[in-house]
């Protein structure tokens, strides 16, 4: 339909539901570098990951060679629930900023997780189930995957285990109550039903916990339970993949109305949404059939991307998971109590890291007040109420299309609506009360994180 008006909402029928996720290690030149074991430093096998992750995750997360994997039947009949999601043409806002650009943001925020994590939470709990398992353990911080966690393995009728980290467990009582109202069993981290937790407890009496110290947790009551296997909501290869479905979905609306984004935002916390978005847009690019700048938003509290190592680093604070090469500011490294809770965590997805490092993406970071006030304008003239994690990318686009104002380029500027942010509003509270701050770390604050780097 190319030349015909653009609706507000691009929406996609039931039968245009991919049918497959794309893989975008298959395109990459240079693909992320192997996991290695965190004792041995040796690539991480089949075997070694095993006892951790389901078989066929562990498949999918080694597998960088087919570009395409097939979405289970079971899954599709899920995603129908809340699937296609809309990619909304953001008429009101371009008319508000008074920018020639065309914006347009895909909504990943239309289920009760309020996220794009349910995505991936069910294709995990299917191979969880589909592997005769009892049940899943897993961390969460700010409580999205938690919640999406939970609704995926009732769905399934699997057993599911959280460990939530302690400062979320106390402040976000509401979202603990989503969780076990969808039967999951939640524990604060640290605790003392884990060796590590009882470690980190006595190492640091009264910690509020971190995301690190959580998956640890997660990870060894993983292994020590029979017919138990732990599940990470980002940073795996596996959950941006299954995040593809994001991508797939905006470039299938894009294409049936002959639009070519010039950019793609997107918020990167441990790169799943963001790497599901580009991906399909980043193999079209590294295809050399069409290009397009991708940009990753981060906190400028936590910046891995644009202040990071790229090197080789663990993903928990306990040292009991592989080691990844990504962009890292150091397993130790914890940031500011800043309110966008997903986009604490120190490394980055190897996939992206290696896209970064490669040129093919670039990243920026924002402080909270300003990425507040960019919720605040959204809010009021589009209507949704975007998560504060979301609202990194929407600070973006704005700057883009304000950027287009200047020169009078017609840009097309895509970003990814990632969720809503009902369970935020002591955030939104600190911002509309003035009290809320921002704080960059030091070099000296990120030294003792890379301080603590392994040596690899
Ligand atoms: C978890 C979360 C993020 C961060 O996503 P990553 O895929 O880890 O980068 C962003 N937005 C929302 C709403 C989230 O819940």
């Not at 087919?66 to 806002?93: G, H, N, T």
């Not at 994590?117 to 589909?130: D, G, P």
């Amino acid at each position: 339909m190319p030349g015909t008006e653009i609706p507000y909402k691009i929406y996609l029928s039931e039968e245009e539901l991919p049918t497959s996720w794309y893989n975008v290690r298959a395109d990459m030149k240079n693909k992320p570098a192997p996991l290695l074991h965190p004792e041995t430093h040796k690539p991480m096998t089949f075997d070694d990951l095993r006892p951790v992750f389901c078989d066929e995750l562990v498949k999918q997360e080694l597998n960088d060679t087919d570009a395409y994997f097939p979405i289970p039947k079971e899954i599709r009949e899920f995603y129908k629930m809340y699937r296609p999601s809309p990619l909304v043409r953001a008429y009101c806002l371009e008319k508000k900023l008074g920018t020639p650009a065309h914006i347009y943001y895909k909504f990943e925020g239309n289920n009760t997780s309020g996220s794009h994590k349910l995505n991936s939470a069910i294709a995990q709990a299917y191979y969880a189930k589909q592997q005769g398992l009892k049940g899943v353990t897993t961390e969460t911080g700010a409580g999205q995957w938690g919640t999406a966690l939970s609704m995926a393995c009732s769905y399934f009728d699997l057993d599911c285990q959280v460990y939530m980290v302690k400062c979320s467990y106390e402040q976000k009582p509401f979202r603990r109550e989503v969780m076990r109202t969808y039967g999951a069993k939640v524990t604060p981290s640290p605790s003392d039903t884990t060796e590590v937790g009882r470690k980190i407890n006595a190492e640091f009496p009264g910690t509020s916990g971190s995301l690190g110290c959580a998956i640890s947790e997660a990870v060894e009551a993983a292994t020590k339970q029979e017919g138990y296997r732990y599940v990470l909501g980002s940073v795996l290869s596996q959950v941006l993949v299954h995040q593809t479905v994001i991508g797939l979905e905006t470039m299938a609306a894009l294409d049936k109305y002959g639009i070519d984004p010039d950019i793609i935002i997107g918020c990167a916390g441990g790169g799943s949404n963001l790497g599901g978005l580009i991906s399909p847009f980043v193999g079209r690019k590294l295809r050399g059939e069409k290009d397009c700048r991708f940009i990753a938003v981060e906190p400028a509290s936590c910046p891995s991307l644009t202040r990071g190592k790229f090197v080789y680093d663990f993903c928990d604070t306990g040292h009991v998971c592989p080691l990844a090469k990504m962009y890292t500011l150091g397993s130790e490294f914890i940031p500011s109590a800043s309110h966008a809770g997903g986009l604490r965590y120190h490394g980055m997805s190897s996939i992206l890291s290696q896209l970064y490092a490669d040129g093919l993406m670039e990243a920026r970071t924002v402080e909270q007040t300003a990425v507040f006030k960019a919720a605040q304008d959204f809010a009021r003239i589009e209507g949704i109420l975007p998560a504060p994690e979301s609202s990194h990318a929407i600070k973006v686009a704005i700057d883009e299309a304000l950027k287009c104002k200047e020169t009078g380029e017609a840009k097309n500027i895509v970003f990814g609506l990632t969720g809503t942010g009902y369970f935020d509003m002591y955030a939104y509270k600190a911002f509309n009360d003035g009290t809320m701050t921002d704080y960059i770390p030091t070099d000296e604050d990120l030294k003792r994180g890379f301080d603590a780097l392994p040596k690899v």
